[in-house]
């Protein structure tokens, strides 16, 4: 499942399961890029694993900043070549400013929708007209399994991340014919550092949701979205698959 010095690009990779999967596709061939408001944990990375800088590029900016977004695709297209694959990873939950719906603010449901859908929308129309173009593509969207479950609290992050499915499969249909693929990933309790301010009372209730019986890794999305991104996944687009132990099933 060798990528032959492909060219993706990984938003939000800066740590986490972007970092894992920039690791992923680096160690089988790709070059990368990634746009992150911080690259510094994934630099260090990088550097002690003696990755040379011809084959990741990392930038430290907004994805949700227009203009930035533009940019460093300009910058990818020069310094690497036209981008083959694109992980729109780049994505989150209100957080701290999250709550019952009834008593939320829209200025938190449009930052949420912003970030963890309009990224994925504006990467996609970079790129997709090149994909076509030349014939082919891969372009993996970072959805959630709380789009599916509704979780209390998340209303306007499970409303982004629905959206993000039917983006997906709208732009699947779309570039099918071109030879490009277009597909979403669905990560439930994975390990990352938003989990570590978690309670360990809280950490235990999803664990015991999970019929797997433990919480993932990094790795087990970015090893899921190498596949979705290789050529043997060339018949498979506008799918969803769920990373998240059988929490919940299609």
């Given at each position: 499942?060798?990528?032959?010095d492909?060219?993706?690009?990984v938003?939000g990779?800066?740590?986490?399961?972007?970092?894992?999967?920039?690791?992923?596709?680096?160690?089988?061939?790709?070059?990368?890029?990634?746009?992150?408001?911080?690259?510094?944990?994934?630099?260090?990375?990088?550097?002690a694993?003696g990755?040379?800088?011809?084959?990741?590029?990392?930038?430290?900016?907004?994805?949700?900043?227009?203009?930035?977004?533009?940019?460093?695709?300009?910058?990818?297209?020069?310094?690497?070549?036209?981008?083959?694959?694109?992980?729109?990873?780049?994505?989150?939950?209100?957080?701290?400013?999250?709550?019952?719906?009834?008593?939320?603010?829209?200025?938190?449901?449009?930052?949420?929708?912003?970030?963890?859908?309009?990224t994925?929308?504006?990467?996609?129309?970079?790129?997709?007209?090149?994909?076509k173009?030349?014939?082919?593509?891969?372009?993996?969207?970072?959805s959630?399994?709380?789009?599916?479950?509704?979780?209390?609290?998340?209303?306007d992050?499970?409303?982004?991340?629905?959206?993000?499915?039917?983006?997906?499969?709208?732009?699947?249909?779309?570039?099918?014919?071109?030879?490009?693929?277009?597909?979403?990933?669905?990560?439930?309790?994975?390990?990352?550092?938003?989990?570590?301010?978690?309670?360990?009372?809280?950490?235990?209730?999803?664990?015991?949701g999970?019929?797997?019986?433990?919480?993932?890794?990094?790795?087990?999305?970015?090893?899921?979205?190498?596949?979705?991104?290789?050529?043997?996944?060339?018949?498979?687009?506008?799918?969803?698959?769920?990373?998240?132990?059988?929490?919940?099933?299609?």
């Open positions: 499942m060798g990528f032959d492909r060219v993706a690009v938003t990779g800066g740590q986490g399961i972007g970092a894992a999967a920039v690791l992923d596709l680096l160690a089988h061939g790709a070059r990368v890029a990634v746009l992150d408001l911080d690259v510094a944990a994934l630099l260090q990375q990088l550097s694993m990755h040379a800088g011809s084959c990741c590029l990392c930038v430290t900016g907004d994805c949700t900043d227009a203009a930035v977004v533009s940019a460093f695709f300009d910058r990818v297209e020069a310094e690497l070549g036209p981008v083959d694959i694109l992980f729109n990873n780049v994505g989150q939950s209100a957080r701290e400013r999250g709550g019952p719906f009834a008593e939320s603010e829209e200025a938190v449901w449009r930052f949420v929708l912003e970030v963890s859908l309009l994925a929308m504006r990467a996609s129309r970079r790129v997709a007209p090149g994909m173009a030349r014939g082919y593509g891969r372009i993996v969207n970072m959630s399994d709380a789009a599916f479950a509704g979780d209390v609290g998340l209303a992050y499970a409303a982004a991340k629905m959206g993000v499915l039917g983006f997906t499969r709208s732009l699947a249909r779309e570039l099918a014919p071109h030879g490009v693929t277009v597909n979403a990933v669905c990560p439930g309790a994975i390990r990352t550092r938003a989990h570590d301010r978690l309670k360990p009372e809280v950490l235990a209730q999803i664990v015991a999970t019929p797997a019986g433990f919480i993932g890794a990094p790795e087990d999305v970015a090893a899921a979205v190498r596949f979705l991104a290789s050529d043997e996944a060339r018949f498979i687009t506008g799918q969803t698959l769920l990373i998240d132990g059988g929490r919940w099933m299609l």
